[in-house]
C-alpha cells in the first residue's frame, strides 16, 4: 500500500540556519503530497502542498517541490526562527482522496 | 469562518469503558474523517463519513465506530476501551470527498484509558 517515509528526528539547529527534512513517498499513480505542523498542544496545521509533479508548494518561507523521478517531497527553508520548534508531517492523499497517509513526523527544535 | 471544533479536548476513562468523542466541521464542509496519533504507530486513518454515510474506514477493530449527522457534524464511539486506545484523536473536514484540497484539522482529542 501507499506510504511515506520521512527522516528521524529530532532536528536541532541554530536560529537562521538552513533546513531539509527528507521524505519520499510509494505509491501508486499520481498522489497529493502535503507537509503538515503539529505545535506542542495542538491539531495538524497545513503547511504547503503540491498535486502534480513538479509542483513548488510554498508557505511562511518553507518550500518543497513535488519530484516524480525520486518519488521525494523535501521540505526546506533557508533561515529557521525559534517559533519554527515544532513535529512536521510529511504527507500523501492517493488519487481517489481517500485518505491521508503521514510519515511519522520529525521534530525540529532550534534555539536562539 | 470558524475552524473545525471537537469536544472534549481532554478525556479520562477506565479500562472496559466506552466513549463518544464529537466533531463539528468548518461550516459548509460535508466530509469528516477522523485519525488516531499515538507515540508508536503515528497517525492512522480511522474512518470518513460524508451526507451520513461512512464513505472509507481504515484498519482498526470494530470497537471503533462512527457517524455523522444531518448538520455533518460527526461522532466516534470506542466500546470496551484498552489501555492502548490511549491517545489523540483528530477530526478533519473538507467540503466533499472530491474536493483536492486539503483536509482542515481540528485541536483533537486526548483521551487516556486507565
Known amino acids: 500500500g501507499d506510504s511515506v517515509t520521512q527522516m528521524e528526528g529530532p532536528v536541532t539547529l541554530s536560529e537562521e540556519a538552513f533546513l531539509t527534512i527528507n521524505c519520499t513517498y510509494t505509491a501508486t499513480g499520481y498522489p497529493s503530497l502535503f507537509w503538515y505542523v503539529q505545535y506542542p498542544g495542538e491539531g495538524l496545521q497545513l503547511l504547503l502542498k503540491a498535486t502534480k509533479a513538479d509542483d513548488k508548494g510554498s508557505n511562511k518561507g518553507f518550500e518543497a517541490t513535488y519530484r516524480k523521478e525520486t518519488t521525494s517531497f523535501h521540505l526546506e527553508k533557508g533561515s529557521v526562527q525559534v517559533s519554527d520548534s515544532a513535529v512536521y508531517f510529511c504527507?500523501?492523499?492517493?488519487?481517489?482522496?481517500?485518505?491521508?497517509?503521514f510519515g511519522t513526523g520529525t521534530r525540529l527544535l532550534v534555539s536562539p | 469562518k470558524a475552524g473545525v471544533t471537537q469536544t472534549p479536548r481532554y478525556l479520562i476513562k477506565t479500562r472496559g469503558q466506552q466513549v463518544t468523542l464529537s466533531c463539528s466541521p468548518i461550516?459548509?464542509?460535508?466530509?469528516v474523517s477522523w485519525y488516531q496519533q499515538t507515540p508508536g504507530q503515528g497517525l492512522q486513518f480511522l474512518f470518513e463519513?460524508?451526507?451520513?454515510?461512512?464513505?472509507n474506514k481504515g484498519n482498526f477493530p470494530g470497537r471503533f465506530s462512527g457517524r455523522q449527522f444531518s448538520n455533518s457534524r460527526s461522532e466516534m464511539n470506542v466500546s470496551t476501551l484498552e489501555l492502548g486506545d490511549s491517545a489523540l484523536y483528530l477530526c478533519?473536514?473538507?467540503?466533499?470527498?472530491?474536493?483536492?484540497?486539503?483536509?482542515?484539522f481540528g485541536p483533537g482529542t486526548r483521551l487516556t484509558v486507565t
Open positions: 478533519a473536514s473538507r467540503p466533499t470527498p472530491a474536493d483536492r484540497v486539503e483536509q482542515y
Open positions: 504527507a500523501l492523499s492517493d488519487q481517489g482522496f481517500q485518505k491521508l497517509v
Open positions: 463519513y460524508f451526507s451520513e454515510t461512512q464513505r
Open positions: 461550516s459548509g464542509h460535508r466530509s
